[in-house]
């Protein structure tokens, strides 16, 4: 009988284990977490965009029958032990020694004072038996303000003598940021034309179904306080704790182990995160906040906002020379979220998938009254392939070319890689013209070429669009909680077991089942003799969180060398147990045997117990047990950035081809998406079935982004979407028809050659859709230049041209 | 406001008598007082359906009713729907078809395709967009729990028997 290896679990698409707990409701989230004695916050905030705090008076509500306690900022400030919230996600104030990017800070406190700074800030909490009676007497608060001028547009924001939301910084600009490859000037020099383009990305948020929810219980006795949060960056969160309440002696135990979706909403340190531990520090009582829709919508990050100020130097064969682009991003208040490194993320992305060789990215992050701007999935990197992706088909346009034929002529070729783009980043691989080729195909394009001819000869418009976009994943940044590695400790245990305790935590891509394919596979045990214990900064190493798509690309690595290290151990004991040199032996199925004779043999087991019960039989040196702790550190970055800010922080680059036929109802302004194909390379594929549900639902952000969510505020600061009844998500009437597909070029860098695979989708729809409605509007000479596509933008276009053209 | 009343229900087919004060939601009434946490809330306009559950033979977003409205009345949440450690049929197409991820709106998606299935049991994939267009998912992009509910359809159709 010989020891045949067990078909692999790895590029299989194995059900998810962790889906019976859900599905029988038995999944515990933040909001389930009662304690005995618990106690309900209630959060007062701002309704004013930007005022000068007069009075908050909590007397009468703290009069309410059931009301135990509240807090407001003076109060907080009295303390005498608490800081302003310890900044995220640089650890350090000036981490950046070139003084590029430059960076303001402010010290925002967990609640308000003094003044109030966008609509939904904190400025007092109120504490009771109940939530019900806690929202009650929310109502008796005596908040007083002087409003002081909002500033809204990030344009107004920049006007010298513009009101400052920061008195004691000199302008309203919280980054600057420079980035240059090569001789622009030369390139615009030798131009045959130039595009120049004014194009804006409205502002978005990623709305997790799971509101944010924050349980804090302290025990003074021992100085430790248990905290449940929504959050994808738990241990890190463990410390900003630590750093803002400077209680001393205090230590944190951070739960986090199962969230209702974050795609970046929760890559942020938030208020509630100090206010809620602290009201259970003051009262000596457990402590729940659930945070409502209404306070999510204007109390949680939002994205996206920037404009760009574009121009290209391109040749009259459509070949890009150079590009400039100057981008003003609105952030809204200086909170600790991840919205600047996203905006920075924004400039170094700007030329794409294209051989640009001279490029220059001024990034500005101005501060305005509205809510804090972070990440959302596509990190910055959704506004900038928008905004190539659209300069595309506007040069194609100028110069009456086929903007798949312009794409063409400017992809990275598949033999450049790894391929050092003008702005710094490595990228590993990549088949771009083959994937857009194979995208067309699906698509039919020649078909729905006649189609649309046809159409227009009974005038309605009809269009076909294209992109390709480039989702960098896998991100390291210099001095900052995104400190690019991977941590997972991992241990078998006497009966062959495997326990995994990965440093990261899960928002539902499916953590566990992946762990046990790669664990499965690499110590031939069984898919159900492995568990994952996510999201316990006690149980697990610490590390960096879940975000940028890491967990493919760092996680998988980790997790596969630490299984490596310990087969390792085990084929060295079981080679004492059988008097054979470890280079001969063979592990397979559970077993270590002697190559070619398969009767000598022990099972995986055994070696097991011998590590654990014969410490003294082990070889010379080695420890007892079977349990390791590994790192793995992002490849292929370059830490710190040159002269010019050329900087490499993405570890992969995941790809995807779009390609869309739209028709616009012209009096309207609706629009129908009438095929959709997406062609996406995200490497090596661990689970099919996990990869095509990231990938799907990425997409459904992309469409919501591309067509209906925005946010829009009034010119006095006043958020008009803060419900969803006014920000209108995709439902499942929304999602079109899609051909996907999937091409794999293997990541070079890692074992498993993964990598990320959840993001790209939410990039594509609104560059592919924009692109296909400019072509389909094409007679009436409109040029698409925001987002999103509503009927009410197009149509107004449409009334606009036509107006323009009787 | 402090006024309490007394509310019997037939919830998983077992009698539950409590008593909440009058103005409490049906969805804390489920999850405080009966104590099933399955049952989740997403909003506060009745919008993310995640409270969703099946309220004498109809889907009922439990957000949307008081608890005593409910008096009298017989509820089936996601807890009521396997039986042992059996997944429901639903249940199982659901992670075939890898139908949740992080599985917040989960509960609530699955009770109204059940409701959906339970008054229509071979339908067409858009009276199945219909059935869950009050349900909303920022994971799945609906497409994977389309395919659940028609996988579970196939099932549970009474002439084809089990698969
Ligand atoms: S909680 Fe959102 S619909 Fe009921
Ligand atoms: S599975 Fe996460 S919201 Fe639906």
Known sequence: ?806 | MSDRVKIGITINGAPHEGEAPARMLLVDYIRDVVGLKGTRYGCDTSNCGSCTIVMDGKSAKSCTFLAVQAHGRELTTIEGLAEGSELHPLQAAFQEAHALQCGFCTSGMVMSAHALLSQNSDPSPDEIREGIIGNLCRCTGYVPVIEAVQLAARRLDPKGGNP
């Open chain 1, 1 to 806: 009988m010989s020891a045949a290896p067990r078909p692999p679990l790895v590029g299989t698409p194995v059900m998810r284990k962790e889906d019976p707990d859900i599905l029988r409701g038995q999944a515990r989230y933040t909001f389930d977490i009662d304690l005995p004695d618990m106690l309900h916050v209630a959060v007062y905030r701002s309704p004013a965009a930007h005022a000068r705090i007069r009075k908050v008076d909590l007397s009468r509500a703290l009069e309410l029958p059931g009301v135990v306690a509240g807090l407001t900022g003076e109060q907080v400030r009295q303390l005498g032990y608490v800081n302003p919230l310890s900044p995220f996600p640089f650890q350090s104030r000036d981490p950046f020694k070139r003084g590029n990017p430059t960076i303001k800070f402010f010290d925002h406190y967990c609640l308000a004072y003094d003044k109030v700074r966008f609509v939904g800030e904190p400025v007092a909490a109120v504490v009771a038996t109940d939530r019900y009676i806690a929202e009650d007497a929310l109502d008796l608060v005596e908040v007083e303000l002087d409003p002081l001028p909002p500033v809204v547009d990030s344009a107004a924001a920049l006007e010298p003598g513009s009101e400052r939301l920061y008195e004691d910084w000199d302008d309203n600009v919280m980054l600057t940021f420079r980035v240059s490859g090569g001789d622009v000037d030369a390139a615009f020099d030798e131009a045959d034309v130039v595009v120049k383009e004014t194009i804006h990305s409205g502002r978005f948020t990623g709305t997790p179904i799971e509101t944010r929810a924050v349980v804090a219980d302290y025990d003074a006795s021992v100085k430790t306080l248990s905290l449940w949060t929504t959050t994808q960056i738990g241990h890190a969160i463990g410390t900003l704790v630590e750093n803002t309440i400077g209680l001393p002696g205090l230590k944190v135990h951070v739960n986090f182990r199962r969230i209702g979706g974050g795609y970046g909403q929760k890559w942020a340190f938030y208020p509630e995160e100090i206010l809620v531990p602290l009201l259970s520090i003051l009262t000596h009582r457990p402590m729940k906040w659930v945070e409502t829709r209404r306070e999510h919508m204007t109390g949680t990050i939002h994205a996206r906002e920037q404009t760009h100020h574009i121009e290209a130097a391109v040749r009259r064969d459509g070949t890009i020379l150079g590009v400039r682009d100057r981008i003003v991003a609105n952030i809204g208040a200086a909170y600790p979220t991840g919205g600047l490194a996203s905006i920075v993320t924004t400039g170094m992305f700007v030329p794409g998938a294209y051989q640009i060789a001279n490029y220059e990215g001024q990034v500005q992050g101005v501060v305005t009254n509205k809510t804090p701007y972070g990440a959302h999935r596509g990190f910055g990197k959704s506004e900038a392939c928008f905004v190539i992706e659209r300069m595309v088909d506007r040069i194609a346009a100028n110069l009456d070319l086929d903007p798949v034929d312009v794409r063409r002529r400017n992809f990275i070729p598949p033999d450049a890689f790894p391929y050092r783009s003008v702005t710094g980043p490595r990228y590993d691989s990549g088949r771009y013209g083959e994937a857009l080729d194979k995208a067309l195909e699906l698509l039919d394009r020649d078909h729905w070429r006649n189609v649309k001819k046809e159409a227009a000869a009974e005038g309605r418009y009809l269009g076909i669009g294209t992109c390709l976009v480039i989702e960098p994943s896998s991100s390291t940044r210099m001095g900052s909680y995104n400190a690019g590695y991977y941590s997972v400790r991992m241990r078998m245990d006497p009966n062959g077991k495997v326990y995994v305790f990965p440093g990261g935590s899960d928002e539902g891509q499916g953590h566990a089942t992946s762990i046990s394919q790669l664990v499965g596979d690499e110590l031939q045990v069984s898919f159900d003799d492995v568990m994952v214990v996510e999201g316990d900064s006690l149980a697990c190493p610490y590390g960096s969180g879940s975000y940028s798509s890491r967990f493919s690309v760092v996680g998988t690595t980790a997790v596969t060398m630490a299984a490596r290290a310990l087969r390792e151990k085990l084929t060295q004991i079981a080679s004492v147990m059988l008097r054979h040199p470890p280079g001969g032996l063979e592990y397979a199925d559970g077993k270590v045997s002697v190559e070619g004779r398969p009767e000598q043999a022990v099972s995986v087991s055994e070696v097991a117990r011998v590590a654990y019960f014969y410490p003294f039989q082990l070889p010379e040196g080695m420890d007892p047990g079977l349990e390791l702790l590994y790192h793995f550190r992002d490849p292929n970055i370059e830490f710190e950035a040159d002269e010019r800010g050329r900087v490499a922080m993405f570890s992969s680059f995941p790809y995807d081809a779009e390609a869309a036929v739209v028709e616009v109802e012209a009096d309207t302004g609706l629009l129908r998406i009438l095929k959709f194909v997406s062609v996406h390379d995200c490497g090596n594929m661990l689970n099919p079935l996990i990869v095509r549900g990231q990938h799907v639902g990425a997409l459904a952000h992309g469409f919501g982004g591309a067509l209906y969510e925005e946010l829009p505020y009034s010119e006095e600061g006043q958020p008009m979407a803060a419900t969803f009844k006014d920000y209108f998500l995709p439902t499942a009437m929304e999602m079109p028809e899609m051909v996907l597909e999937h091409i794999e070029t293997p990541n070079p860098f890692t074992p498993g050659g993964f990598k990320g695979a959840g993001e790209t989708g939410t990039v594509g729809p609104p560059a592919v859709l924009a692109n296909a409605v400019e072509d389909a509007l094409k007679p009436l000479g409109i040029a698409i230049r925001r987002l999103p596509l509503t009927p009410n933008y197009l149509w107004s276009l449409i009334q606009e041209a036509r107006r323009s053209r009787s």
